[in-house]
């Protein structure tokens, strides 16, 4: 068993790796890749697809043969009352209490809006949905959130589709350590499986990612790749790393070892 | 000698049609529109002939293909250049040109001296750029009315405003794009429409004379000259079958590229706004779907220019000689 269960409000869940469904080259990619990274969640984003009708069932119709859960996310909302709205036609559409609530403040990090992000919590948590909130790791807003009803919180690593990695890994700790009990994913900004086995092995609950296996050269190999790395990083969480030492520390013990020259012993 | 019917009379049916009769066949070209090319996805195409750059989104698969069919269009009756694409990006974007040159070949990293050289008119703007030497472009609508010419030329036969069952032939080959999407439901085969939406513009302050592709993290653009100083400037992806105008924030985003790309487009006029479907397979791929005489030849997506010539010689093959679909187009 590489992956212990893990929930995600009232869900089970095996797979710590969540999967975005933009930018793929095609959509048969889309699904060789989630296939390839054996997600059990994908996001969606509600705008884009369905802007019309045809299209997008035939493209939700191939989705929901992967037999995923889906999180629709609020992508490219701006106030709190545009998030609601777009989420309250995601719970219409794609019959899920989830929501990636996204609530976007500056358009050139797209850093989520921490004020607007706590009162759509508030009215959403309100009306029955189950908020993932997209947010950085500042601890107050953390607390805010929890408070207004959200039960998992989804930090960035670094500003969505950069491939920086965890900008800030003092913080993401403090953080992981501030909440030991709440399940914490790292969402943006991850580029590379190393960056997403960094936040696993600090004992994130998940990574959610898009770009970093969409923009691949070869998004299934990527995919693979990412879940390789999220496994191997959350067991080696559970297994203990051993600390970082400023003395070394000989791996083949010493004591008994004859010293003889045993090349010259003739 | 066989009788053919070519359904639909985009660039896809428009090669079909245009080879077969070259081949000595009758063909007759049957078109659901009054006007020619008034309904055709093509006539929004930016017709760029670019094996190499288009292979950048995962599908090198279909490079050699895709030079195939290059080579073909020199066989053909439409004028193209052959003058290569230029790449660029803003310079805060310019890790763009890394990533693009990482997942592409047969480029060459040029400096502004070259970009000089090339597109005198972008002096002094860009200090680097990925020049793809071997690929070529074409002005779609002026493609599209030679390849009919040429067609009736040969003795092909065209109906306009064609709606009911074709004449009786040998060989149906149907390219009507969503128009088929029903048929190929029936045989398993998802066909969806890919929005795309475009700017002509006339900018006689500027010469271009190849492809510019602009990158950029969020919204990636070309600009491709047409005949007469018009500048045809593409093209959002979008999957949606909305087939509405384009909208404001896609012209807006689309008019501020070409901005971007050089200042005088500023003096431009705006010739048309437009939007259309790209019809495509899951895989973004075009396909040959056989069904006994009755050939679908469909899913173009972005490559309907570049693949259709390849596409018209794969067809004859198969019903001339029984030679088998290749397998990325079956």
Redesign the interface.
């Known amino acids: 068993m590489t992956n212990s269960q893990f929930k995600l409000y009232d869900t089970s869940l095996s797979s710590r790796l969540i999967m975005g469904t933009a930018l793929y ?5 889309l ?1 060789d890749s989630v296939n390839a990274g054996g997600s059990e969640i994908v996001t969606l984003s509600l705008r ?2 369905t ?6 069932n ?2 939700w ?2 989705i929901q043969k992967l037999n995923v859960n889906l999180l629709p996310n609020t992508a490219g909302c701006k106030t709190a009352k545009d998030a609601i709205t777009t989420a309250q036609m995601a719970r219409e559409i794609f019959g899920t209490k989830w929501l990636k609530l996204e609530v976007i403040a500056n358009d050139d990090t797209l850093q989520p809006d921490l004020f607007e992000l706590v009162e759509a919590t508030k009215e959403l948590s309100s009306q029955g949905f189950q908020v993932f909130p997209y947010t950085t790791e500042d601890l107050g807003a953390a607390e805010k959130l929890l408070e207004a009803g959200a039960e998992v919180l989804m930090p960035w690593g670094a500003p969505i ?1 950069t491939g920086r990695g965890l900008m800030n890994p003092y913080a993401l700790r403090t953080m992981r350590s501030y909440f030991p009990d709440t399940p914490l994913i790292v969402d943006a900004g991850i580029g590379a499986p190393s960056h997403a086995a960094e936040a696993m092995e600090m004992g994130y609950d998940a990574i959610l990612l898009n770009t970093a296996i969409a ?1 691949a ?3 299934v190999a990527m995919g693979k790749a990412f879940k390789l790395a999220v496994e191997a990083g959350h067991l080696a969480h559970q297994a203990l790393l051993i600390e970082q030492r400023d003395m070394a520390s000989p791996s083949t013990p010493v004591a008994g070892t004859p010293f003889f020259d045993l090349d010259n012993l003739n | 000698m066989l009788k053919i019917n070519v359904i639909g009379a985009g660039i896809l049916g428009l090669w079909q049609a245009y080879r077969f009769a070259k081949a000595g066949h009758q063909v007759h070209l049957l078109e659901k529109s009054e006007t020619l090319f008034e309904t055709a996805s093509s006539r929004l195409a930016g017709a760029m002939l670019a094996p190499f750059c288009e292979s950048e989104a995962s599908q090198r698969d279909l490079i050699p293909h895709a030079l195939r069919s290059l080579a073909l269009w020199s066989e053909g009756p439409c004028d193209f250049e052959s003058k290569g694409t230029l790449i660029i990006a803003p310079p805060r974007d310019r890790v763009e040109l890394t990533s693009f040159a990482k997942r592409t070949i047969e480029h060459q990293h040029i400096k502004s001296e070259t970009i000089a050289q090339l597109e005198p008119s972008l002096e002094g703007r860009f200090n680097e750029a990925l020049y793809f030497e071997k690929e070529g472009h074409l002005a779609p609508r002026p493609a599209l009315k030679a390849l009919i010419t040429a067609f009736r030329d040969l003795g092909g036969e065209v109906t306009l405003g064609f709606t009911g069952t074709a004449p009786k032939a040998d060989y149906t080959i149907d390219t009507r794009g969503m128009g088929a999407k029903s048929e190929l439901k029936a045989k398993d085969r998802a066909l969806r429409p890919v929005r795309g939406e475009m700017v002509v513009v006339h900018a006689p302050g500027l010469k271009l004379y190849r492809p510019i592709r602009l990158l950029h993290p969020r919204m990636p653009s070309y600009i491709v000259p047409w005949p007469d100083d018009h500048y045809m400037i593409g093209a959002t992806v979008i999957e949606s079958d909305d087939e509405g105008p384009i909208t404001l924030r896609s012209g807006l985003e689309l008019l501020g590229s070409a901005f971007t790309v050089h200042p005088a487009f500023g003096d431009a006029k705006i010739i048309e706004f437009n939007a259309g479907s790209r019809p495509s397979f899951f895989d973004n791929l075009p396909k040959i779907v056989l069904d006994e005489t009755h050939i679908f030849v469909n899913g173009a997506y972005r490559h309907g220019f570049l693949l259709a010539p390849l596409l018209a010689e794969l067809v004859l093959a198969h019903i001339e000689n029984g030679e088998p679909i290749e397998g990325l187009f079956q």
């Not at chain 1, 080259?25 to 990619?29: A, K, M, V």
């Open positions: 080259p095609s959509p048969q990619s699904i884009r697809e802007a019309g009708d045809g299209a997008a035939d493209f119709a191939h589709g923009k050269g070869d998004p």
